[in-house]
Every structure is written in C-alpha cells, then in structure tokens.
C-alpha cells in the first residue's frame, strides 16, 4: 500500500512542468533591473520605488543597473541575450518600442528576443521651456518657431520620434538635441543651454515646481499639474503617453511571465507605493502580458508610420 501511494505521487509529480515548480519557488536570489538610461529619469524614478517593494515581497535583493545609451538598445540587448530566468529583467520607457522605427539593424528581435510582462505606469508628455525663452505658452512657442525656423533648439530624452510628429504637426522646425536620459537633458535646460525639452511629466515636474523650467503644456490631464494647458489645443492632434514597463529576455516560460506580472500587479496596489508613483506624475497601470504584449506589437508598427511619414531613414 506504501509502494502504491509513493509511486502515485512520485507520478503526479512528474505531470507537473518544471517550469511552473520553478515559477512558483522564484525569486531564490538577487534579481537585476536593468535600466536603459542615464540616472535621473522617469524609469529610473519608477525602478526605485517598485523595485525596492519587490525586494520585500521577494524576499530578495532588487538590484538597479543602468546601462545606458544608443537610444535603450544597449540595455534591451543585453537583457535579450541573458538567461530567460527571471533574474535579468529589463525596465524601461516606450522609447523600447520606437528604436525598431530609428535602427536599420537591432542586435535583437524586438518581437522575440524580450517577452514583454507588464505595464507599470503611464505619464502624460510635457514641454518645457527655460525661462529666459519669451515664451508662456505652446501658442506662443509655435509662433515663435516658425518666425525662427529651426534657429531653436529642444531636449529629447532618448528617441526623437515624438518630437519630430509634433513639429510635423504643428508645421515648425524645432531642432532636436538628444540625449541618453532625462537627467542630463534636465540639467542642460536648466542650465539654459538648451532652451527647450520635452519628456514624462515625472521626469520634469521637479524642475517645473521649483521654477528652474516654465511649463508649456501637457499632452493629456495628469494630477501633477491639473490646472496645466493640453498641448493639442495649439498642436491639434499631437497627443503621446509615455509608459514605464517590464521586459524579460525572449524565451522567459510563460508561467515565470505571470509570477513576475502578478506580484509586480500587487506591489502596485500598496497605498504608499501608488502614493508615490502619483506624486511624481505617474499614473499606476497594470496590464497583464498579453494586453501589454499586443499594445507593444501595435506602438512598433505605428513608430515605424511616424519615421517614414517623418523622412526618417533608420541607421
């Protein structure tokens, strides 16, 4: 009869794929967040507030890698050629989904090589303006742009792609200067060598609030600025969210995939963690893999209309 039971759940145990076992027992060490840019940016502001509350439902370190530079493809790349493990991760912006619109060749599949997991936030976009620009608001800014084309200069935080739609809308040449992350673009326009910039509310609320940069506009409300006019008032049309996601190297088990998106879902959900994700402009927004996956395969495609439509021959 003992024989009998042993064999029993020794043969239900081999029914049950190894990579759920391994999904349901992980994390059992230091799990890396790698961030594609610079410090100081929306991502990096994301990743210390939700990877610290992983770490403590995890029970395990959440360690924070920036590797910046080439517009996040140096960072995708080398979370998509780690183990599909779990343990690299990939937290950046929608600049993710733009890169196969500006890059002739990734060293990547976009569609195969990262596995995306899930949604963390979305952010409205913001203009800036350093204050010795005479201008207070986007109608002024278009109508001195076009008085001076391309004589002024604008910020861009990674891809270019957002600003050039909004100069093709807004019928101006805005000369694009970009950079790696959001915190260098912010020191230079606040240091008045670039007079322009334009990225996530969370990345330039700071600088607006103590008056070392002039709000312009905001592509959609957000509660860090409610009273902030919409850009596609004086730009019709021109309407763009950023979002902060989670990626894990193609390959990573499905089951992995859902343990990762549901305890990412669940820190979400702490009142101090949405409170904090608020209060820099960011706005809580779970998705589970496959909504997030299909809106990834649907931004790569529109990037790649914008590029063209742009004259933007990818290098």
């Known amino acids: 009869m003992r024989s009998t039971l042993w064999t029993t759940v020794i043969a239900t145990a081999l029914l049950v794929p190894a990579h759920t076992v391994f999904a349901q027992a992980f994390p059992v060490k230091m799990v890396r967040l790698v961030i594609p840019f ?3 940016g929306s991502s ?15 029970k395990q370190q959440v360690l924070i890698e920036p590797r910046p530079g080439a517009a996040t493809v140096i960072g995708a790349d080398y979370v998509a050629k780690s183990p599909p493990d779990g343990y690299v991760l990939l937290l950046t912006t929608a600049q993710v989904v733009q890169s196969p619109a ?5 060293p990547y599949d976009p569609h195969t090589d990262l596995t995306p997991v899930t949604l963390i936030t979305v952010s409205p976009q913001a203009i800036v303006a350093h204050p010795s620009l005479p201008v207070k608001n986007m109608k002024e800014l278009v109508a001195l742009a076009r008085a001076r084309p391309g004589e002024l200069n604008i ?41 322009l910039a334009i990225g996530a509310v969370s990345s330039l609320q700071g600088a607006v609030r103590t008056g070392h940069l002039r709000l312009l506009g905001v592509t959609s409300p957000t509660p860090a600025f409610p009273n902030a006019p919409i850009i596609a008032k004086d730009v019709p ?72 439509a742009a004259g933007i021959k990818p290098q």
């Open 237 to 308: 049309g021109y309407d763009y969210e950023s979002w902060v996601a989670i990626f894990a190297p193609g390959g990573t088990p499905r089951d992995l995939v859902k343990r990762i998106r549901d305890d990412v879902a669940a820190v979400l959900q702490l009142p101090d963690v949405r409170q904090r994700l608020l209060h820099i402009g960011m706005e809580p927004r779970g998705q589970t893999a496959e909504e997030f996956a299909a809106r990834v395969r649907t931004e790569i495609a529109v990037w790649k209309q914008v590029a063209a």
């Open 102 to 106: 500006t890059f002739a060749k990734l």
């Open 155 to 195: 910020g861009t935080a990674g891809t270019t792609l957002p600003t050039h739609r909004l100069n093709m809308l807004g019928k101006m040449r805005l000369e694009l200067v970009p950079y790696k992350g959001a915190g260098p673009m912010i020191t230079d326009a606040m240091g008045g060598h670039v007079p």
């Open 44 to 58: 990096d502001a994301n990743a210390r507030i939700v990877g610290p509350a992983l770490s403590e439902r995890w």
């Open 38 to 40: 610079a410090v100081g």
